[in-house]
């Protein structure tokens, strides 16, 4: 059973940076794509970014769209998300997953995934 951990998460005023990280316990985990989602108090689980293993290909969600990047390291089966010129709004746990079968039209879907981190807060405040 591959187990996803996140960590990086933390308390930033608006207009800072954080680096969230996700590391694979298998090492011979070969996702097709990961993902990050978040969850804010009282909302759903909403789609941030997620990256294609093999080729690289990205998407992101148009609230996160040119101030996020994910990528990743394909050797150490680690994804990575920059988040710059963060807002209030982005307040919320944020989740790592994968999946090694999941369809590109499924990809933003949460239920779609196999594999979940146990999350990390991320708290953008003054």
């Known amino acids: 059973q591959v187990q996803l951990v996140e960590s990086g998460g933390g308390l930033v005023q608006p207009g800072g940076s954080l680096r969230l990280s996700c590391d694979a316990s298998?090492?011979?985990?070969?996702?097709?794509?990961m993902a990050w989602f978040r969850q804010a108090p009282g909302k759903d689980r909403e789609f941030v970014a997620n990256?294609?293993?093999?080729?690289?290909?990205?998407g992101y969600a148009d609230s996160v769209r040119g101030r996020f990047t994910i990528s990743r390291d394909s050797a150490k089966t680690t994804l990575y998300l920059q988040m710059d010129n963060l807002k209030p709004e982005d307040t919320a746990v944020y989740y790592c997953?994968?999946?090694?079968?999941?369809?590109?039209?499924?990809?933003?879907?949460?239920?779609?995934?196999?594999?979940w981190g146990q999350g990390t807060q991320v708290t953008v405040s003054s």
């Open positions: 997953t994968g999946d090694p079968s999941i369809i590109t039209s499924e990809m933003r879907n949460p239920g779609a995934y196999a594999y």
């Open positions: 298998e090492r011979t985990f070969r996702p097709r794509a």
């Open positions: 990256i294609r293993w093999n080729g690289g290909h990205t």
